[in-house]
């Protein structure tokens, strides 16, 4: 029952972030900016951290999926993206996992990677009409602000529910 507990977390913020957010953040920016908020990506990144490669990987390919076919025409770009920095940011050092700094720099450093990933991605099948500059400054420093807030007030509360799923795993293993 306590794995049900990510997954439950992973679906709200991809809800979230897909539906009530863009359209609340509209009111708060510049209209050439757009801020994309990477809430499930950011989870992903620290189920891997704090539970392992496989289930950064599971989690990513799993969710990724889900948000290719929800919101995306394109199948695999998320999956194959979410998939590989959840598998990527499972840190096996014990000094980055006890460290709330090191986890919200590995959260931002992966929502960097993944919409240069994206941009390029879309840029390449002609989709992404913006030049590189312009990308830069209206849509990822926005983006990494964002982001960032939300990863420095989740971290310590996502990690305590992943090593309470992670010790209930290990109860049942037993």
């Known amino acids: 029952m306590s794995r049900a507990y990510l997954s439950f977390v992973l679906l709200i913020l991809l809800v979230a972030e897909g539906t009530l ?5 509209q009111n708060y920016t510049d209209p050439s900016q ?29 969710f990724g999926l889900i948000y290719d ?20 940011f499972a840190v096996p050092l014990k000094a980055v996992k006890e460290s709330a700094l090191w986890a919200v720099m590995l ?33 990822l420093l926005p983006t990494l602000i964002l982001n960032s807030a939300f990863a420095i007030l989740t971290v310590l509360p ?11 795993a290990s109860f049942r293993d037993r």
């Not at 957010?21 to 953040?25: E, Q, V």
């Not at 990477?38 to 390919?61: E, P, W």
């Open 107 to 139: 959260c931002i450093i992966g929502v960097f990677l993944f919409e240069y990933y994206q941009f390029g991605i879309f840029y390449a099948l002609g989709v992404a009409d913006l030049s590189g500059s312009l990308f830069f400054l209206d849509r």
């Open 158 to 168: 996502f990690r305590k529910l992943v090593y309470h799923v992670n010790e209930q």
């Open 21 to 25: 957010l863009p359209y609340t953040l």
């Open 34 to 62: 757009y801020i994309v908020p990477r809430f499930s990506l950011m989870a992903i990144v620290l189920i891997g951290l704090y539970s392992g490669k496989q289930a950064g990987l599971v989690y990513g390919l799993v």
């Open 69 to 88: 076919i929800v919101y995306t025409n394109y199948l695999g770009i998320y999956m194959f993206g979410f998939a590989c920095l959840g598998y990527v």
